[in-house]
């Protein structure tokens, strides 16, 4: 479990390598890992995913907003910044997730996995 103290250092949300240039502090990855996300949102098969739930999912990662926990499982905070859902591939904890429908959580996890 990663509990950074985000005001001395930052680490690199993808490979935990800390991270020193401002840049890379603000977009939360080193700038590898930013280029492999990047690679990743235009190549990974979201074909079954709305196009609007793949704008929101590539802003999640964008905004660092989607975590790596363990395995395939994120953590992924709510549009409004007060939950946080856990978020795989193919199912998340949110409203819409646990109603059994896809969400941009899950495309952003697939994403991030894809990167
Ligand atoms: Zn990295
Ligand atoms: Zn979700």
Do not use: W
């Not at 990974?44 to 660092?64: C, H, M, N, W, Y």
């Amino acid at each position: 479990m990663a509990t950074s103290k985000n005001t001395e250092q930052a680490h690199c949300l993808r490979c935990g390598r800390r991270l020193f240039s401002t840049s890379s502090i603000a977009s939360g990855y080193g700038r590898s890992c930013r280029a492999k996300v990047n690679a990743a949102s235009t190549a990974a098969d979201l074909t079954d995913f709305k196009p609007a739930q793949v704008d929101s999912a590539r802003e999640l990662i964008e905004d660092g907003a989607i975590v790596p926990l363990r395995g395939q499982v994120f953590a992924a905070v709510s549009s409004d910044g007060n939950e946080t859902y856990l978020s795989h591939p193919t199912n998340c904890n949110c409203p819409g997730g646990l109603k059994g429908r896809r969400c941009y959580h899950q495309a952003a996890a697939r994403l991030l996995i894809a990167a």
